[in-house]
């Protein structure tokens, strides 16, 4: 028999969480569905992280000698959840404590662990991640950005686009090309890059919802300390391999999801001009549809992170959840949108605006679903090699 349930420390760790978000969210706060925040949310945001830092509560899972509680990975999903579906600001989490983090556990030396760890798990440091090129996408081994060592350092060239929340981070989880003699995925090297580097120029990529999330990120001799490499030379496209599988985890987007469907689902039980949605029967059953949906996606991101616990690192099952996830958030965004008719069409800001405007918002961002952090098709390509034994194609 299976059990779904938690012990009962689990759930008083999920208790703790709650009371703190209700006590530390202001009243009427309205956060955002994923996992980037509008930059007036940022003051806040740091204040938060640091605060859930102090208590060792943003790195739950990490050990207690780089600022974290010991815990399991499940303690770990459960704040990723819970901060998710309570929308509270994300933009320091995510590509610090979902990915850099664990990527440096698994591939740095002691030295560096003792370095860079800590001020993530405190909150004093965000950070983002250096991967896509203007001509390096999917096919990431493709990058042009180089390395060259001089001396102590290695000086680097070329730029990085699609860099969500550069302008916002401190340092960035990069990758560079170091030895452009062997084959593309051999000669690549991942580094630890301050963003206040000279050299440095942050350029912001407006969004279709209007949003800064994207940046191009250019580097003109940049000079980042040999001492920043991590995983060894050469090596960094087996250090991007363990990054995106741990991004790829998704309870947060669940989570999130989840959270509109509550709402939405409150919404159809008001009345608004035209009478109450939540009357009519097809209203009701596309609704739990999603209910039915968002649960069956909760699970799968629940067993990512049972495997996580166990010491594994999830790959076919994690890109699993981020097929399922990418599907569900257009379903949520374009049911919640055409439930609302005209109303479902207004930006966040106006006075006539449903659900804050938060709907629509989802809507728009929910078309890259499919492509960011790895298109489905590399996804179902994983699912099928390395899930179901199929060769390539």
């Given at each position: 028999m299976?059990d779904?349930?938690?012990?009962?420390?689990?759930?008083e760790?999920?208790?703790?969480?709650?009371?703190?978000?209700?006590k530390?969210?202001?009243?009427?706060?309205?956060?955002?569905?994923?996992?980037?925040?509008?930059?007036?949310?940022a003051?806040?945001?740091?204040?938060?992280?640091?605060?859930?830092?102090?208590?060792?509560w943003l790195?739950?899972?990490?050990?207690?000698?780089?600022?974290?509680?010991?815990?399991?990975?499940?303690?770990?999903?459960?704040?990723?959840?819970?901060?998710?579906?309570?929308?509270?600001?994300?933009?320091?989490?995510?590509?610090?404590?979902?990915?850099?983090?664990?990527?440096?556990?698994?591939?740095?030396?002691?030295?560096?662990k003792?370095?860079?760890?800590?001020?993530?798990?405190?909150?004093?440091?965000?950070?983002?991640q250096?991967?896509s090129?203007?001509?390096?996408?999917?096919?990431?081994?493709?990058?042009?950005?180089?390395?060259?060592r001089d001396?102590?350092?290695?000086?680097?060239?070329?730029?990085?686009?699609?860099?969500s929340?550069?302008?916002?981070?401190?340092k960035?989880?990069?990758l560079?090309?170091?030895?452009?003699?062997?084959?593309?995925?051999?000669?690549?090297?991942?580094?630890?890059?301050?963003?206040?580097?000279?050299g440095?120029t942050?350029?912001?990529?407006?969004?279709?919802a209007?949003?800064?999330?994207?940046?191009?990120?250019?580097?003109?001799?940049?000079r980042?300390?040999?001492?920043?490499?991590?995983g060894?030379?050469d090596?960094?496209?087996?250090?991007?391999?363990?990054?995106?599988?741990?991004?790829?985890?998704?309870?947060?987007?669940?989570?999130?999801a989840?959270?509109t469907?509550?709402?939405?689902v409150?919404w159809?039980?008001?009345?608004?001009?035209?009478g109450?949605?939540?009357?009519?029967?097809?209203v009701r059953?596309?609704?739990a549809?999603?209910?039915?949906?968002?649960?069956?996606?909760?699970?799968?991101a629940?067993?990512t992170?049972?495997?996580?616990?166990?010491g594994?690192?999830p790959?076919y099952?994690?890109?699993i959840g981020?097929?399922?996830?990418?599907?569900?958030?257009?379903?949520?965004?374009?049911?919640?949108?055409?439930?609302?008719?005209?109303?479902?069409?207004?930006?966040?800001?106006?006075?006539?605006?449903?659900?804050?405007?938060?709907?629509?918002?989802?809507?728009?961002?929910s078309?890259?679903?499919?492509?960011?952090?790895?298109?489905?098709?590399?996804?179902r390509?994983?699912?099928?090699?390395?899930?179901?034994?199929?060769?390539?194609?």
């Open positions: 299976i779904f349930t938690f012990p009962a420390e689990t759930e760790w999920r208790a703790e969480l709650r009371a703190f978000l209700q530390e969210l202001p009243p009427g706060f309205h956060g955002s569905d994923d996992f980037f925040d509008d930059e007036e949310q003051p806040f945001a740091r204040e938060l992280t640091k605060k859930l830092g102090a208590k060792g790195t739950p899972a990490w050990p207690k000698e780089y600022g974290g509680l010991g815990k399991s990975s499940i303690e770990q999903m459960i704040l990723n959840e819970e901060m998710a579906y309570h929308r509270a600001p994300a933009s320091g989490r995510l590509f610090t404590i979902g990915i850099t983090g664990p990527t440096v556990m698994v591939n740095a030396s002691d030295e560096q003792a370095r860079w760890l800590p001020r993530m798990a405190s909150g004093e440091d965000w950070y983002c250096g991967f090129e203007p001509g390096s996408g999917s096919d990431l081994a493709s990058m042009q950005t180089r390395a060259v001396g102590d350092d290695y000086v680097v060239n070329g730029q990085k686009i699609w860099t929340n550069a302008h916002l981070a401190d960035m989880l990069l560079a090309r170091t030895n452009p003699d062997v084959p593309k995925h051999k000669g690549i090297s991942a580094f630890i890059v301050d963003m206040k580097t000279p440095i942050v350029r912001g990529i407006p969004n279709i209007y949003r800064r999330d994207f940046n191009e990120v250019f580097f003109e001799d940049v980042v300390p040999a001492a920043n490499m991590f060894g030379e090596r960094g496209w087996y250090v991007a391999a363990t990054t995106l599988d741990f991004e790829r985890s998704n309870i947060a987007a669940i989570s999130g989840r959270r469907i509550h709402d939405l409150r159809a039980k008001e009345t608004h001009p035209g109450r949605p939540w009357d009519s029967a097809e059953h596309k609704l549809d999603l209910v039915i949906d968002v649960e069956v996606g909760r699970l799968v629940y067993r992170a049972w495997l996580q616990s166990k594994e690192v790959n099952e994690a890109s981020k097929v399922f996830m990418a599907l569900l958030g257009i379903k949520v965004a374009n049911t919640g949108v055409n439930l609302m008719g005209p109303f479902g069409q207004l930006q966040p800001g106006s006075p006539w605006a449903q659900l804050y405007g938060r709907v629509l918002t989802s809507y728009l961002l078309m890259s679903g499919p492509i960011g952090g790895g298109t489905s098709e590399i996804q390509n994983i699912i099928a090699q390395r899930g179901l034994g199929l060769p390539r194609g």
